[in-house]
């Protein structure tokens, strides 16, 4: 069973410009979550989508957004590009069924803003 | 908001030694995990505890979910050079609703060096 699949692994950009980081999840899993992953500020919780609807998200400027398509597969996309959007972008699925169900993590997409 | 306090920051061990890290909170949380994040790749899933008092292991590992469900360990024992990453412990408060089952907080880490 392939795991998760982010694409592209590694991005550089300039501050202002936007980018947009896709996840294709487990087959079968139906949440995708996305995570920024910084030296600083260690895993941090962006947003999590189940059947194309936002069910949560954390505490980030407007400039990050994200949606899921029919098929479960995700983007996020960051606006107007600053430094400190540099970071690890993760993102996970699970099965989203009351019980157990873990998230599963893909590799990332290091984002480099210069 | 929530917040996870994992210790010890770093360890350093000599090959065949046994290791034991932590995480507490000052909130309950209904899920406990334990991930492991090798350098340029995602956290990988070592184990996931989802009941107080639960005692779990997989393989060299073994991991239990605090009575009080505010806290975590998760012990490796016979450490191999394999073994070197960040390990991460992560919970789902109590507090996030039955739809939040994607939203984790995570501890800041545990950086494990084996030498052999």
């Known amino acids: 069973k392939a795991g998760v699949t982010q694409t592209p692994r590694y991005l550089i950009k300039t501050r202002g410009q936007q980018v947009t980081l896709s996840c294709s999840p487990i087959?079968?899993?139906?949440?995708v979550s996305w995570y920024q992953q910084t030296p600083g500020q260690g895993l941090q919780f962006l947003f999590e989508y189940f059947s194309e609807t936002q069910r949560n998200k954390g505490n980030f400027p407007g400039r990050f957004s994200g949606r899921q398509f029919s098929n479960s597969r995700s983007e996020m996309n960051v606006s107007t590009l600053e430094l400190g959007d540099s970071a690890l972008y993760l993102c996970?699925?699970?099965?989203?069924?009351?019980?157990?169900?873990?998230?599963?993590f893909g590799n990332g997409t290091r984002l480099t803003v210069t | 908001g929530q917040q996870l306090n994992q210790s010890p920051q770093s360890m350093f061990i000599q090959e065949g030694e046994d290791v034991s890290m932590n995480c507490t909170s000052s909130?309950?949380?209904?899920?406990w995990l334990w991930y492991k994040q090798d350098p340029g790749e995602g956290p990988v899933l070592l184990i996931a505890?989802?009941?107080?008092?639960e005692l779990t292991s997989n393989g060299r590992l073994t991991a239990q979910f605090g009575i009080t469900r505010k806290d975590s360990f998760l012990n490796i024992s016979a450490s191999i050079p394999s073994d070197v990453g960040i390990y991460f412990c992560a919970g789902q408060p109590a507090n996030a609703g039955g739809t939040s089952y994607g939203k984790l907080t995570f501890g800041q880490g545990t950086i494990l060096t084996v030498h052999p």
């Open positions: 087959s079968g899993h139906r949440s």
């Open positions: 505890l989802y009941k107080a008092g």
């Open positions: 996970a699925s699970s099965l989203s069924r009351r019980g157990h169900s873990p998230l599963h």
């Open positions: 909130s309950i949380f209904n899920t």
